[in-house]
């Protein structure tokens, strides 16, 4: 489970988070959603770390993150899995080196067990014998797959994924997200998902969170969307055309 | 400028904090120093070998004076590539191609997030890709200048041998005519301190890319220009240095 506890960021003058408290729990498809520019990122990087709130705490299991040591603070990273945008593969190393590194630097399992564990979660995510395969060889879907895989090699128990769906077609995006959910039910992770794609709320989203300019302004499950209240997130909503006919057919 | 400056100096700091295991740093080492070989000794060489032939040659000809001996064109020759040709212009051209590709490297993986990625598992990103380049830097360049001195005055021997200006022997009797060490010494003293310069200020700016494509482009063309200006300084300091400690004698 992670908390945020009145998280607020700004950059100088500018402030970018404007306090935002939130529960994510384990085994839920939680997805922060709003338009560009409202800061979903950048909550994203403070609750992984690669951004300090000014104000406010991300707590990891009761575990204060924001306000530790560096040695608590690799603790709580071992749990810690992220799928970036780009898939942030390691493009100088193969499929296999890049799902083994977080092994590789957190753990110190022999050799033939770390190729074990690489082996299953790449057979999980659908990508059996790619192994010696470099980054700049895979489609964009397959990287995304990688990107998971060694999101979630070393038993992660929080899964981040910023916009998963970026840059691919329909049909593996749509994969994608199901893999996503899968993995989350399947291992029982915390799973945060930053997008502005309906199309994936709708198919996955256990748990929503709406941003707007920095604040969070609707939560709830996929089912109350379409009876919101709130105008900025009905604005947002139905901006889309299927959503607008969804609506229209619930009426 | 002074921010820059800060914020270069707090960068250095920042790769000695929280490092990795040392065996992680070995086998970085390794492979980064091959990396720093294997991209510039082809263009080191070939730079080297036609300085020589080209520093002999005009030296020749513009010591022709019967009251010098032919051997002091060697001399000429061997005391400009030691102290000025091999460690200088080497570690500028060194700069174009290294320096860059530092530069690009790290740039291009801080814009495609690799860098956050390798943050988010703990891991201190400057201290673990940039350590590595900067020790391989120091131990690898020292090295190619040597090389270089030794190819550019093996490029002098074969303009002697190719044209009559001097013989090969006055050549080589004047490359081995009371040469001082110190001289040696202040050419790695020169090659550590560029090799140094070029390594970190090309990772600071790889390292601090912010945006896309072209911002790593930028980030490569000024890692360059930047490594140039700041060699020519350092040259300059050094060269007053020398001088001193040479007088001091
Ligand atoms: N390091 C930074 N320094 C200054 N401003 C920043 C920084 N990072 C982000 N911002 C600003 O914060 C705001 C929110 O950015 P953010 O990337 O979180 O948006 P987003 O909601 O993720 O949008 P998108 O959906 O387009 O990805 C933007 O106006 C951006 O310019
Ligand atoms: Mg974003």
Redesign the pocket.
């Known amino acids: 489970m992670i908390e945020l506890d009145n998280i607020q960021k700004s ?2 003058e ?1 402030t ?1 988070l404007k306090g935002i408290d939130a529960t994510f729990k384990p085994g839920l498809v939680n997805m922060i959603i ?10 994203l990087k403070c609750m992984v770390g690669l ?1 300090q709130p000014t104000v406010g705490s991300v707590m990891y299991n009761q575990r204060n993150f924001s306000h530790s040591t560096r040695k608590e603070q690799i603790e709580i990273r071992k749990d810690i899995g992220m799928l970036f945008q780009g898939a942030a593969l390691f493009d100088s190393k193969t499929v296999e080196e890049n799902v083994r590194f977080p092994l590789d630097i957190l753990t110190n399992l022999p050799l033939d067990e770390k190729l074990d564990k690489v082996n299953q979660v790449l057979d999980r995510v659908g990508l059996t014998d790619t192994n010696y395969k470099m980054p700049s060889e895979l489609s964009g879907g397959m990287k995304k797959r990688v990107g998971i895989a060694r999101a979630i090699v070393n038993n992660s128990k929080y899964l981040f994924c910023d ?1 998963p769906n970026s840059g691919l077609d329909p049909q593996t995006s749509i994969t994608i997200d199901n893999l996503i959910k899968e993995i989350t039910q399947e291992y029982d992770i915390t799973t945060i998902v ?1 997008s ?1 794609d309906m199309n994936s709320v709708m198919e996955i989203g256990d748990y929503i969170m709406f ?1 707007h300019q920095g604040l969070k302004l609707w939560e709830g499950s996929s089912d109350q969307i379409l009876d919101s209240e709130v105008d900025e997130f009905n604005d947002f909503v139905f901006a889309n055309n299927l959503m607008r006919s969804l609506k229209k057919l619930k009426k | 400028m002074l921010k820059s400056a800060g914020r270069y100096f707090m960068f250095l700091g920042s790769l000695f904090k929280n490092r990795e295991s040392f065996k992680t740093y070995i086998s970085l080492f390794f492979d980064e120093s091959v990396k720093v070989g294997t991209n510039s000794i082809f263009l080191i060489a070939t730079v080297s070998v036609f300085m020589g032939a080209v520093t002999t040659i005009q030296t020749a000809f513009n010591l022709v004076s019967p009251l010098i001996p032919k051997y002091v064109i060697a001399i000429v020759v061997r005391d400009m590539v030691l102290l000025e040709l091999s460690p200088t212009i080497i570690a500028i051209i060194f700069a174009g191609k290294v320096g860059s590709n530092i530069a690009g490297e790290l740039g291009t993986m801080r814009i495609t997030e690799q860098i956050d990625a390798l943050e988010v598992m703990g891991i201190n990103s400057s201290s673990y890709l940039v350590l590595p380049k900067v020790l391989a830097t120091l131990f690898m360049f020292p090295a190619l200048v040597a090389t270089s001195a030794f190819l550019s005055i093996l490029g002098g021997y074969l303009a002697v041998s190719f044209t009559d200006v001097i013989t090969p022997a006055e050549y080589t009797q004047g490359i081995r005519y009371q040469l001082n060490e110190f001289m040696v010494i202040f050419a790695m003293i020169k090659a550590v301190t560029f090799a140094f310069l070029v390594s970190t200020i090309s990772s600071f700016m790889g390292y601090y890319t912010k945006g896309g494509a072209l911002e790593v482009g930028q980030a490569s063309t000024s890692a360059v220009t930047n490594s140039v200006i700041f060699i020519l300084l350092a040259d300059y300091l050094l060269a007053q240095l020398l001088a001193e400690y040479l007088i001091s004698f």
């Open positions: 950059f100088g500018v970018i709003g338009a560009s520019g409202t800061g979903k990122s950048v909550l951004e916009e930053v502005h941003m």
